[in-house]
């Protein structure tokens, strides 16, 4: 029923800028997401947690990011947003939208995204 779509991803030059979008949307009223952030999977590598933010407001960084990405969120449209400047090819990745205690009339659950591609490359 909840669905989580992820949008602006690309390929950018090393030292650009990127900014991801992702929308949770249901047939019914979402009364609350707790936790909403971004994972992220380089080829060949685990995923790896980028970014999330709590509907109060509270962060958390992956170290790799601290200082060039920043999260925010639109709790009102269900939206959570990943800024990403100086980047790197390092920062080449499929970039999943993740979504925490999403609550509608019926239940609460966790959601995922099927992923944006970000490419970093001259």
């Known amino acids: 029923q909840v669905q989580l779509v992820e949008s602006g991803g690309g390929l950018v030059q090393p030292g650009g800028s990127l900014r991801l979008s992702c929308a949770a949307s249901a047939s019914g009223r979402i009364f609350n997401i707790y936790t909403m952030g971004w994972h992220r999977q380089a080829p060949g590598k685990q995923r790896e947690l980028v970014a999330t933010?709590?509907?109060?407001?509270?962060?958390n960084y992956a170290d790799s990011v601290k200082g060039r990405f920043t999260i925010s969120r639109d709790n009102a449209k269900n939206t959570v947003y990943l800024q990403m400047n100086s980047l790197k090819p390092e920062d080449t990745a499929v970039y999943y939208c993740n979504a925490d205690g999403v609550a509608t009339i019926a239940t609460i659950k966790d959601y995922w995204g099927k992923g944006t591609l970000v490419t970093v490359s001259s």
């Open positions: 933010m709590t509907r109060g407001g509270n962060t």
